[in-house]
């Protein structure tokens, strides 16, 4: 280039100023990673440089014009060799659409993409997800990491049933060490990822993919921090071209010819013929070697046609009662393969004046698109159908020999044509034919882009004068042969195959699709044979004789004066049209025989190029900018020869007809000279109207064209065609696309077409079928996403299809500058087809988004596409203490507190005062009350397999108490751990602890079937806890020390191991006292959602407390009776497990949660049995339920199981009410009697186990809608039901006596206001005193559980953070205390939330959207591993659904929470952990992401 020559010396670099030479070394990297082309690079540099060297200005100018002139020799030396060396693998007949010119240039933009090696992840999947290739195919390639094996399963995911609810701590983390700083200690990499993982490596390569410098986006969009995001529309281009030609005019066509002995209806032309020309052959049809198997003469056409109009008018019912009138609709259903059948009844049916509809043979009873026509068939008002014997034969039957009802069609009643079954009409009858007026005389139908089908109606003059334009623009004359590859249906086949050829006399030679299947060469074969004067084809069957061409040396096409080509209009039909030329030019195809014609359903022939006069000049090429076209405007390419559109014209308008362009949208405006609109025209042979649809015809048959200043266009209405145009010079017509293929994406129109070919310009051969390739746009996000769908030969190795597609992207986004949003391979032959073998658009689309389209490989690109999310949000500088409280009195607002009762108005009975610990009221009830049953155990079968009476309990903690003394030698205050199944076992050994003085640690015992993933977690609280003994059972005390437990964990170092089966009847001498209410009771140990193993104290007081204000809140005493089913290990399911019955006496009934796996009826048949009127359970155990017993309810009632007695049925979770759960549960009931105000919820955290709990008395619990963008946010704004983006939140039960909450801001620790998001701080006596952790981190201790608020708070009050955010609101209801009630309501823990482009996200919110999406979709999981969302979804259909998911997994995400997604992974069922409370382990899912255990069945990295 020339600037390289003006290179400044070192010394004069050097000399230039610091900040220059820092953007020159930028521009330098830029350059050397492919970030900038070599062109833009010299720009910039020069530019850079120009202040400092005055020659270098002057040379720079001469520099251009010369860099202007070189590219165009070079580029057009290097790619001619390329044009004819290219050797062409096998795969025959797949050759369809070749555009050598594109192919040139896709190349060349893969060139320029060659330097930035490739960059893509490709994504992982498991074997047997790929049904179509052999195992080998599937070899990992070289330059991308391996899929991960998925030889070795872990035992996590291998059984498939979830692993019975395991609390699994991520990587051993405990709290007690700051969040920020726990992980980096714990791993040797950012962020918590081993290093040797693949997953990890892949997901670097996609992180760096995303760092590179994309194009520039399109103007800036801006978040108003107002509560609503302004939703960016793309801004124009400034710089984009814009039409500056004069306003067009409507051009005309020569005026139609005419002729004295013309025919006054086309009825005539047949009759006329018929008698007098009864030998002339009218219709030649092959069978399926291609050999001619029968002809029809024009006077069998007419007798025939006479018989069946007869026989329909006169011979299908009674004489008072015909079934067919006149002006009736019939439908013509006859095979491609048929076109004599089909002339017949054509014509029979113009004859009988009833209105034939010609349709596709239906094959299956759910052809793609059939609904569509059955709809058709209706609103045509059809019940007859005529078809062939053969035909009828090979319809689809039910099993008694009827034909099947086809999906959405009428009921019809088949007529058989065949002659034999005809009935000739008497000598004196005679059909009427009157000169053609404007009845309709047939309905043509027409398919839309959204897949719906209407019916064009044609006139009998519309069809009269289309023949004479078409007979005087083709110069047809009377005894010439026609061959037509086309169908014969419709369009051009049937306009010049069945009507001018009866109107001219010619002969038609039919070549049918399945004929060209076999032999792809027999239309040529049948022009050289029958010397026939014209051929009708496609570009399709250009290319498959230049394949097939080889295989016939002597055929001549020296007759042909006129080679119609109807799909000239397409942009590879140039190509197809000069290769045809060049290779048959020698078989005597005459250049000027070439006429390529545009056609549409409505406006019938819109152009047709004139056969030429041998030596004329032949018609011009428009070589177009696509980047203009993309605006709609017509600019002649210069710049960048490979993202240009070569054109060929498609003749002149019609005889009499008139045609303007109009703007495609909005006002049917006149188009500026050079600018491309919607092609209009005006004449007599158009269609009239869709049949039965006012309204949409208005907008296509009656379009009256204005100026620019309003004025209308003449006094005739103009038809829209459908087409996409221009007028070029000499009023030659040229046709860039179809309106049906537009796709509209950021303001800029693309047409399908043209991607299509620029997809196969990429060489394909190896991995897609050529013909078989769908684009299409689908809506997300406010603008319309190109989507890209493929059908993938079933030898295709996944390395090449994954290579084919990343350039086909690479070349869509160099050459038409728009990206790709979702690029999708499916199996062979296994999209929708339409009957002449082409795809089904509409309907791969509508698969698409409703997840049935089952690619077996798929890239989605949302990252490079969607370029219009709102701007991240700043966080804003945090606001001063002072200013928030102003605004607060401003604004009139009432802190956000709330409290329940207050303890010491509550008189209570001398229990309290006399005794302070529980040890003290267990001793005292096996006195007072010692027969009293406390506790019932009941197993699977709802029989009671264990009880204990105040005394039994008494006496047994007394004997567990000796034996820590005496086995264990252990001291007061040493910590024990509890390993139990749920039981009394469980409880007595709590008791005895406490009267031994030790501190009880209880413990989930580990899975026997899992060990490997519910051992370590046992261990690792054995260790934090310090614990001196394990007491526990002999079957676990086994499982501890047995082969496959050393496997897991070191089975030496447990501490003392006592099981408490066989216990000596022993007593203590005394039962320890506490010598204070805050000495420590026990410790409560839990691991958390995100991973994290944490340990609270409780303290004797805080126990009671905490039973009192549950006995309170419940009105429990001692004849009441509760059922439980909740695991006993943590939180307040200890508490009601082990404590309550205790302190206030009631009968506890408790039922294990898995033996609900065992007999799912056990807990709603124990609280019918016994008549309970409380009972608690988790989410898991309703989810079991509602999942179980859906469809049992009737069963429910037959075993008399009736749910009436229940007054509170109180679900206990640390976490947002789950109200859609709650609600099912709850209908599904309410028929045996469930009360729909029973269901409830509980809200507790680490720090404090319960704070709200609903309890017998207080309003019930109220719901709120609040609006999903504000919360993201950080704000709360309240919105009606049925807003959009709407979330419905309830409140978590009533706060507990003696409870304070306040709701603070967790940065600067002040309170906000009512119905403001903040953290919920809570204070109250049975708030735990602290952590247990090895580290004993005092400012954590100080920071969670005695912190102040930084202002407004005189008292000082100590409060404890949860770590939740949530928000108090006012209600119009009355508390118990007589007050306003102030409800509480918990949006969600804060270390889960995810902080994703400066806004804050649930990952609830995100997995509720995720698992509407599709019905294979069982439970997901979100989270996020650098900057990429994550999303884990597990499929519980088919593995061929996997794939399904990506897209509309990626579509709801950005749909609803503007979120891009950057991994999706497919997983079988029951891999996403789930812990005993019912939570999604999110953080233990990550690591085992990344660490590459999770087997996927596929995992897809969105670019």
């Given at each position: 280039?020339?600037?390289?020559?003006?290179?400044?010396?070192?010394?004069?670099?050097?000399?230039?100023?610091?900040?220059?030479?820092?953007?020159?070394?930028?521009l330098?990297?830029?350059?050397?990673?492919?970030?900038?082309?070599?062109?833009?690079?010299?720009?910039?540099?020069?530019?850079?440089?120009?202040?400092?060297?005055?020659?270098?200005?002057?040379?720079?100018?001469?520099?251009?014009?010369e860099t202007?002139?070189?590219?165009?020799?070079?580029?057009?030396?290097?790619?001619?060799?390329?044009?004819?060396?290219?050797?062409?693998?096998?795969?025959?007949?797949d050759?369809?659409?070749?555009?050598?010119?594109?192919?040139?240039?896709?190349?060349?933009?893969?060139?320029?993409?060659?330097?930035?090696?490739?960059?893509?992840?490709?994504?992982?999947?498991?074997?047997?997800?790929?049904?179509?290739?052999p195992?080998?195919?599937?070899?990992?390639?070289?330059?991308?990491?391996?899929?991960?094996?998925?030889?070795?399963?872990?035992?996590?995911?291998?059984?498939?049933?979830?692993?019975?609810?395991?609390?699994?701590?991520?990587?051993?983390?405990?709290?007690?060490?700051?969040k920020?700083?726990?992980?980096?200690?714990?791993?040797?990499?950012?962020?918590?990822?081993?290093?040797?993982?693949?997953?990890?490596?892949?997901?670097?390569?996609?992180?760096?993919?995303?760092?590179?410098?994309?194009?520039?986006?399109?103007?800036?969009?801006f978040?108003?921090?107002?509560?609503?995001?302004?939703?960016?529309?793309?801004?124009?281009?400034?710089?984009?071209?814009?039409?500056?030609g004069?306003?067009m005019?409507?051009?005309?066509?020569?005026?139609?010819?005419?002729?004295?002995?013309?025919?006054?209806a086309?009825?005539?032309?047949?009759?006329?013929?018929?008698?007098?020309?009864?030998?002339?052959?009218?219709?030649?049809?092959?069978?399926?070697?291609?050999?001619?198997?029968?002809?029809?003469?024009?006077?069998?056409?007419?007798?025939?046609?006479?018989?069946?109009?007869?026989?329909?008018?006169?011979?299908?019912?009674?004489?008072?009662?015909?079934?067919?009138?006149?002006?009736?609709?019939?439908?013509?259903?006859?095979?491609?393969?048929?076109p004599?059948?089909?002339?017949?009844?054509?014509?029979?049916?113009?004859?009988?004046e009833?209105?034939?509809?010609?349709?596709?043979?239906?094959?299956?009873?759910?052809?793609?698109?059939?609904q569509?026509?059955?709809?058709?068939?209706?609103?045509?008002?059809?019940?007859?159908?005529l078809?062939?014997?053969?035909c009828?034969?090979?319809?689809?039957?039910?099993?008694?020999?009827?034909?099947?009802?086809?999906?959405?069609?009428?009921?019809?009643?088949?007529?058989?044509?065949?002659?034999?079954?005809?009935?000739?009409?008497?000598?004196?009858?005679?059909?009427?034919?009157?000169?053609?007026?404007?009845?309709?005389a047939?309905?043509?139908?027409?398919?839309?882009?959204?897949?719906?089908v209407?019916?064009?109606?044609?006139?009998?003059?519309?069809?009269?004068?289309?023949?004479?334009?078409?007979?005087?623009?083709c110069?047809?004359?009377?005894?010439?042969?026609?061959?037509?590859?086309?169908?014969?249906?419709?369009?051009?086949?049937?306009?010049?195959?069945?009507?001018?050829?009866?109107?001219?006399?010619?002969?038609?030679?039919?070549?049918?699709?399945?004929?060209?299947?076999?032999?792809?060469?027999?239309?040529?074969?049948?022009?050289?044979?029958?010397?026939?004067k014209?051929?009708?084809?496609?570009?399709?069957?250009?290319?498959?004789?230049?394949?097939?061409?080889?295989?016939?040396?002597?055929?001549?096409?020296?007759?042909?004066?006129?080679?119609?080509?109807?799909?000239?209009?397409?942009?590879?039909?140039?190509?197809?049209?000069?290769?045809f030329?060049?290779?048959?030019?020698?078989?005597?195809?005459?250049?000027?025989?070439?006429?390529?014609?545009?056609?549409?359903?409505?406006?019938?022939?819109?152009?047709?190029?004139?056969?030429?006069?041998?030596?004329?000049?032949?018609p011009?090429?428009?070589?177009?900018?696509?980047?203009?076209?993309?605006?709609?405007?017509?600019?002649?390419?210069?710049?960048?020869?490979?993202?240009?559109l070569?054109?060929?014209?498609?003749?002149?308008?019609?005889?009499?007809?008139?045609?303007?362009?109009?703007?495609?949208?909005?006002?049917?405006?006149?188009?500026?000279?050079?600018?491309?609109?919607?092609?209009?025209?005006?004449?007599?042979?158009?269609?009239?109207?869709?049949?039965?649809?006012?309204?949409?015809?208005?907008?296509?048959?009656?379009?009256?064209?204005?100026?620019?200043?309003?004025?209308?266009?003449?006094?005739?209405?103009?038809?829209?065609?459908?087409?996409?145009?221009?007028?070029?010079?000499?009023?030659?017509?040229?046709?860039?696309?179809?309106?049906?293929?537009?796709?509209?994406?950021?303001?800029?129109?693309?047409?399908?077409?043209?991607?299509?070919?620029?997809?196969?310009?990429?060489?394909?051969?190896?991995?897609?079928?050529?013909?078989?390739?769908?684009?299409?746009?689908?809506?997300?996000?406010?603008?319309?996403?190109?989507?890209?769908?493929?059908?993938?030969?079933?030898?295709?190795?996944?390395?090449?299809?994954?290579?084919?597609?990343?350039?086909?992207?690479?070349?869509?986004?160099?050459?038409?500058?728009?990206?790709v949003?979702?690029?999708?391979?499916v199996?062979?032959?296994?999209?929708?087809?339409?009957?002449?073998?082409?795809?089904?658009i509409?309907?791969?689309?509508?698969?698409?988004?409703?997840?049935s389209?089952?690619?077996?490989?798929?890239?989605?690109?949302?990252?490079?596409?969607?370029?219009?999310?709102?701007?991240?949000?700043?966080?804003?500088?945090?606001?001063?203490?002072?200013?928030?409280?102003?605004?607060?009195?401003?604004?009139?607002?009432?802190?956000?507190?709330?409290?329940?009762?207050?303890?010491?108005?509550?008189?209570e009975?001398?229990?309290?005062?006399?005794?302070?610990?529980?040890?003290?009221?267990?001793?005292?009830?096996?006195?007072?009350?010692?027969?009293?049953?406390?506790?019932?155990?009941?197993?699977?079968?709802?029989?009671?397999v264990?009880?204990?009476?105040?005394l039994?309990?008494h006496?047994?903690?007394?004997?567990?108490?000796?034996?820590?003394?005496?086995?264990?030698?252990?001291?007061?205050?040493?910590?024990?751990?509890?390993?139990?199944?749920?039981?009394?076992?469980?409880?007595?050994?709590?008791?005895?602890?406490?009267?031994?003085?030790?501190?009880?640690?209880t413990?989930?015992?580990?899975?026997?079937?899992?060990?490997?993933?519910?051992?370590?977690?046992?261990?690792?609280v054995?260790?934090?806890?310090?614990?001196?003994?394990?007491?526990?059972?002999?079957?676990?005390?086994?499982?501890?020390?047995?082969?496959?437990?050393?496997?897991?964990?070191?089975?030496?170092?447990?501490?003392?191991?006592?099981?408490?089966?066989?216990?000596?009847?022993?007593?203590?001498?005394?039962?320890?006292?506490?010598?204070?209410?805050?000495?420590?009771?026990?410790?409560d140990?839990?691991?958390?959602?995100?991973?994290?193993?944490?340990?609270?104290?409780?303290?004797?007081?805080?126990?009671?407390?905490?039973?009192?204000?549950?006995?309170?809140?419940?009105?429990?005493?001692?004849?009441?009776?509760?059922?439980?089913?909740?695991?006993?290990?943590?939180?307040?399911?200890f508490?009601?497990?082990?404590?309550?019955?205790?302190?206030?006496?009631?009968?506890?009934?408790?039922?294990?949660?898995?033996?609900?796996?065992?007999?799912?009826?056990?807990?709603?048949?124990?609280?019918?049995?016994?008549?309970i009127?409380?009972?608690f359970?988790?989410?898991?155990?309703?989810?079991?339920?509602?999942?179980?017993?859906?469809?049992?309810?009737?069963?429910?009632?037959?075993?008399?199981?009736?749910?009436?007695?229940?007054?509170?049925?109180?679900?206990?979770?640390?976490?947002?009410?789950?109200?859609?759960?709650?609600?099912?549960?709850?209908?599904l009931?309410?028929?045996?009697?469930?009360s729909?105000?029973?269901?409830?919820?509980t809200?507790?955290?680490?720090?404090?186990?319960?704070?709200?709990?609903?309890?017998?008395?207080?309003?019930?619990?109220?719901?709120?809608?609040?609006?999903?963008?504000?919360?993201?946010?950080?704000?709360?704004?309240?919105?009606?039901?049925?807003?959009?983006?709407?979330?419905?939140?309830?409140?978590?039960?009533?706060i507990?006596?003696?409870?304070?909450?306040?709701?603070?801001?967790?940065?600067?620790?002040?309170?906000?206001?009512?119905?403001?998001?903040?953290?919920?701080?809570?204070?109250s006596?049975?708030?735990?005193?602290?952590?247990?952790?090895?580290?004993?981190?005092?400012?954590?201790?100080?920071?969670?559980?005695?912190?102040?608020?930084s202002?407004?708070?005189?008292?000082?009050?100590?409060?404890?953070?949860?770590?939740?955010?949530?928000?108090?609101?006012?209600?119009?209801?009355?508390?118990?205390?007589?007050?306003?009630?102030?409800?509480?309501?918990?949006?969600?823990?804060?270390?889960?939330t995810?902080?994703?482009?400066?806004?804050?996200?649930?990952?609830?919110?995100?997995?509720?959207?995720?698992?509407?999406?599709?019905?294979?979709?069982?439970?997901?999981?979100?989270?996020?591993?650098?900057?990429?969302?994550?999303?884990?979804?597990?499929?519980?259909?088919?593995?061929?659904?996997?794939?399904?998911?990506v897209?509309?997994?990626?579509?709801?995400?950005?749909?609803?929470?503007?979120?891009?997604?950057?991994?999706?992974v497919?997983?079988d069922?029951?891999?996403?952990?789930?812990?005993?409370?019912?939570?999604?382990q999110?953080?233990?899912?990550r690591?085992?992401?990344?660490?590459?255990?999770?087997?996927?069945?596929?995992?897809?990295?969105?670019?």
């Amino acid at each position: 280039m020339a600037e390289r020559g003006l290179e400044p010396s070192p010394a004069a670099v050097a000399a230039l100023p610091p900040e220059v030479r820092a953007q020159l070394a930028e521009l330098e990297l830029e350059l050397s990673e492919g970030d900038i082309t070599q062109k833009g690079y010299e720009k910039k540099r020069s530019r850079l440089l120009s202040p400092y060297s005055p020659q270098t200005q002057e040379t720079d100018s001469t520099g251009q014009k010369e860099t202007n002139q070189t590219p165009a020799p070079t580029a057009a030396q290097t790619s001619a060799p390329s044009k004819y060396h290219r050797s062409r693998s096998g795969g025959a007949r797949d050759e369809r659409y070749r555009s050598d010119i594109h192919t040139e240039a896709v190349q060349a933009a893969l060139a320029k993409h060659k330097e930035q090696k490739m960059a893509l992840p490709m994504p992982t999947k498991r074997r047997s997800t790929f049904v179509q290739s052999p195992a080998d195919a599937c070899t990992p390639p070289e330059n991308v990491s391996a899929p991960p094996d998925v030889t070795a399963t872990t035992s996590s995911s291998s059984s498939s049933l979830r692993p019975a609810n395991i609390d699994l701590p991520a990587s051993g983390i405990v709290k007690g060490m700051h969040k920020g700083s726990n992980r980096s200690s714990l791993m040797d990499t950012a962020d918590g990822v081993p290093v040797n993982s693949r997953v990890s490596t892949k997901i670097q390569q996609l992180l760096n993919t995303l760092k590179r410098p994309k194009r520039p986006p399109l103007k800036e969009f801006f978040v108003d921090d107002s509560e609503e995001i302004v939703e960016g529309i793309p801004q124009p281009d400034p710089n984009q071209p814009k039409p500056e030609g004069r306003q067009m005019t409507p051009v005309k066509g020569e005026p139609l010819g005419v002729i004295c002995n013309w025919p006054p209806a086309l009825e005539s032309a047949l009759q006329r013929w018929g008698s007098t020309q009864a030998k002339c052959p009218c219709l030649t049809g092959l069978d399926v070697t291609g050999k001619p198997v029968y002809t029809l003469t024009y006077g069998k056409l007419w007798s025939r046609s006479l018989k069946l109009a007869y026989t329909l008018l006169n011979k299908l019912g009674t004489k008072n009662e015909p079934v067919l009138k006149p002006g009736d609709r019939v439908a013509l259903v006859y095979p491609n393969n048929d076109p004599v059948m089909f002339m017949v009844a054509f014509y029979g049916c113009l004859l009988a004046e009833v209105i034939p509809v010609p349709i596709e043979v239906p094959l299956t009873r759910k052809d793609a698109g059939g609904q569509q026509i059955g709809f058709l068939l209706g609103s045509c008002g059809i019940a007859l159908a005529l078809t062939s014997e053969i035909c009828l034969k090979g319809l689809p039957k039910t099993q008694n020999g009827e034909i099947v009802q086809f999906k959405g069609w009428p009921r019809l009643k088949w007529v058989v044509t065949d002659s034999k079954y005809l009935s000739k009409p008497p000598k004196d009858w005679q059909p009427h034919i009157s000169p053609a007026g404007t009845e309709p005389a047939y309905i043509e139908y027409k398919t839309s882009k959204e897949g719906s089908v209407m019916g064009v109606t044609v006139s009998r003059l519309a069809m009269l004068s289309h023949c004479q334009a078409l007979s005087q623009a083709c110069n047809y004359s009377e005894g010439e042969t026609v061959v037509n590859v086309l169908d014969f249906k419709k369009d051009a086949g049937l306009w010049h195959g069945m009507f001018a050829n009866v109107m001219n006399k010619m002969h038609t030679v039919s070549v049918p699709y399945s004929v060209m299947k076999a032999c792809p060469l027999s239309w040529v074969q049948r022009v050289h044979a029958h010397k026939a004067k014209v051929a009708l084809v496609k570009c399709r069957d250009l290319h498959w004789a230049m394949m097939a061409h080889r295989d016939q040396r002597d055929v001549s096409l020296s007759s042909l004066r006129m080679l119609i080509v109807t799909d000239g209009a397409n942009p590879w039909s140039v190509s197809s049209c000069d290769a045809f030329l060049s290779l048959f030019q020698g078989h005597g195809l005459k250049p000027e025989a070439i006429c390529p014609c545009a056609t549409s359903a409505e406006a019938m022939t819109v152009a047709i190029r004139r056969p030429g006069v041998p030596g004329a000049p032949l018609p011009g090429r428009a070589i177009l900018s696509m980047n203009g076209l993309s605006y709609g405007v017509i600019r002649v390419n210069t710049e960048d020869k490979n993202s240009a559109l070569t054109v060929q014209d498609v003749g002149h308008v019609m005889p009499g007809g008139m045609m303007c362009i109009v703007k495609p949208d909005g006002l049917p405006q006149l188009c500026k000279t050079d600018e491309i609109g919607e092609i209009c025209v005006s004449s007599r042979t158009t269609g009239m109207m869709y049949f039965g649809l006012a309204g949409v015809t208005k907008n296509t048959f009656e379009v009256t064209p204005v100026t620019s200043s309003g004025s209308p266009v003449g006094d005739v209405p103009f038809i829209r065609s459908g087409l996409l145009g221009f007028v070029g010079p000499g009023s030659l017509v040229f046709v860039v696309g179809k309106m049906d293929g537009l796709l509209m994406v950021s303001g800029r129109r693309h047409n399908a077409d043209d991607i299509v070919a620029t997809g196969l310009a990429v060489e394909s051969i190896k991995t897609v079928y050529r013909g078989r390739i769908a684009v299409f746009s689908v809506s997300v996000f406010y603008d319309e996403r190109i989507v890209v769908v493929a059908e993938q030969r079933p030898d295709a190795s996944e390395e090449d299809s994954f290579q084919w597609m990343s350039r086909v992207l690479q070349a869509i986004d160099s050459i038409h500058q728009v990206g790709v949003y979702c690029l999708a391979l499916v199996p062979a032959n296994t999209l929708p087809k339409t009957p002449l073998g082409g795809i089904h658009i509409s309907q791969t689309k509508q698969l698409f988004l409703e997840g049935s389209l089952h690619p077996c490989n798929i890239l989605m690109c949302p990252h490079t596409c969607v370029t219009n999310l709102p701007k991240p949000r700043q966080k804003q500088p945090g606001v001063g203490p002072a200013s928030v409280m102003v605004g607060n009195l401003v604004a009139g607002k009432r802190i956000a507190q709330a409290a329940g009762r207050d303890l010491g108005q509550i008189e209570e009975n001398d229990l309290v005062r006399k005794h302070q610990f529980l040890a003290e009221i267990l001793q005292w009830r096996a006195q007072a009350t010692p027969d009293h049953v406390l506790f019932m155990l009941l197993n699977a079968k709802g029989t009671t397999v264990c009880t204990a009476s105040c005394l039994q309990l008494h006496k047994r903690a007394e004997r567990i108490a000796s034996v820590l003394g005496d086995k264990g030698h252990l001291n007061a205050g040493d910590n024990v751990v509890l390993l139990y199944p749920p039981g009394i076992e469980l409880i007595a050994a709590f008791y005895g602890c406490l009267y031994a003085g030790c501190i009880p640690v209880t413990v989930r015992p580990p899975h026997a079937q899992n060990l490997a993933a519910t051992l370590p977690t046992v261990r690792m609280v054995v260790d934090v806890s310090k614990a001196a003994c394990v007491l526990t059972t002999q079957t676990l005390m086994r499982l501890l020390k047995s082969r496959e437990a050393a496997a897991a964990v070191d089975v030496k170092t447990w501490p003392a191991i006592i099981d408490t089966d066989d216990l000596p009847r022993k007593r203590l001498p005394q039962l320890y006292k506490p010598p204070t209410p805050e000495m420590l009771a026990y410790l409560d140990f839990s691991v958390s959602t995100t991973g994290m193993l944490t340990g609270v104290k409780m303290s004797h007081s805080a126990v009671s407390a905490l039973c009192r204000a549950i006995k309170l809140q419940c009105e429990l005493y001692s004849s009441r009776q509760v059922a439980i089913c909740l695991d006993p290990y943590c939180g307040l399911g200890f508490a009601l497990w082990c404590l309550c019955s205790v302190y206030s006496g009631h009968q506890s009934v408790l039922i294990p949660p898995m033996e609900l796996e065992n007999n799912l009826f056990l807990w709603l048949a124990t609280v019918n049995q016994y008549k309970i009127r409380d009972t608690f359970c988790s989410y898991s155990v309703m989810e079991l339920c509602t999942k179980g017993l859906g469809n049992q309810v009737e069963v429910l009632k037959t075993r008399g199981i009736n749910l009436s007695c229940i007054r509170t049925c109180v679900v206990v979770a640390e976490e947002r009410p789950r109200i859609s759960l709650q609600q099912s549960f709850s209908k599904l009931f309410k028929d045996i009697g469930l009360s729909p105000r029973a269901v409830s919820t509980t809200f507790g955290s680490r720090v404090n186990v319960a704070i709200c709990l609903q309890g017998t008395s207080g309003p019930d619990p109220t719901t709120v809608y609040v609006d999903l963008k504000s919360l993201r946010h950080d704000r709360v704004r309240l919105v009606e039901r049925g807003a959009p983006q709407s979330l419905l939140l309830s409140e978590s039960g009533k706060i507990l006596p003696g409870v304070k909450v306040v709701i603070v801001n967790p940065e600067t620790k002040g309170p906000v206001g009512d119905s403001h998001l903040g953290e919920i701080w809570v204070n109250s006596p049975h708030t735990a005193s602290g952590y247990y952790t090895i580290y004993d981190s005092e400012t954590l201790q100080a920071d969670h559980f005695n912190t102040r608020l930084s202002f407004g708070d005189a008292a000082q009050t100590l409060w404890a953070r949860t770590g939740y955010l949530g928000f108090v609101r006012r209600t119009e209801l009355t508390a118990a205390t007589g007050e306003r009630h102030d409800a509480l309501y918990v949006v969600g823990a804060l270390d889960e939330t995810l902080e994703l482009r400066g806004l804050r996200y649930h990952p609830i919110d995100i997995e509720t959207s995720v698992s509407r999406v599709h019905r294979s979709i069982a439970e997901c999981a979100v989270f996020t591993w650098t900057n990429l969302l994550v999303v884990v979804v597990e499929l519980c259909g088919s593995e061929q659904e996997a794939l399904d998911l990506v897209p509309l997994v990626t579509n709801v995400v950005l749909e609803e929470h503007y979120l891009i997604v950057g991994v999706v992974v497919v997983v079988d069922p029951g891999v996403v952990p789930i812990n005993s409370r019912g939570e999604k382990q999110r953080m233990h899912l990550r690591d085992s992401f990344l660490a590459d255990q999770l087997d996927p069945i596929y995992v897809a990295y969105n670019m």
